[in-house]
């Protein structure tokens, strides 16, 4: 599975220079915000809670509260993978779109 940590590693914003890549990004996300913050809710509230039960069990509740935090992020990492595949699919009608009016 391939991490996109910037706008320039996801492939279809990669050719493109670095003030269209941000507008086609804004403008593709706002199309999709809607689900995505239902997703990144659904995702932190499983990730943050199993976390603490997890390091509680284990670790007292000072560990609970630190694989919190440890869960907190890694639910962070999924939900912004999340978001770059829901956006890729907008990105490409986009990019069509406006490659044929040019």
């Known amino acids: 599975m391939k991490l996109y940590w910037t706008y320039n590693s996801i492939p279809e ?4 220079p670095k003030d269209k890549r941000k507008e086609v990004w804004a403008t593709c ?3 999709m915000l ?4 239902w997703v990144a809710c659904v995702i932190g509230a499983v990730c943050v809670p199993a976390g603490m039960i997890i390091g509680e ?5 000072i560990g609970g ?3 919190a935090m440890i869960a907190g992020g890694i639910g962070g990492l999924i ?3 999340v978001k770059v595949a829901m956006t890729r699919p907008h990105i490409r009608e986009y990019l069509i779109s406006h490659e044929k009016t040019n």
Do not use: N, V
């Open 13 to 16: 914003l990669a050719d493109l």
């Open 79 to 81: 939900i912004g993978e």
């Open 57 to 61: 069990s284990y670790f007292g509740r």
């Open 29 to 31: 996300h706002r199309k």
């Open 65 to 67: 509260i630190i694989e």
């Open 34 to 37: 809607h689900r995505y913050i």
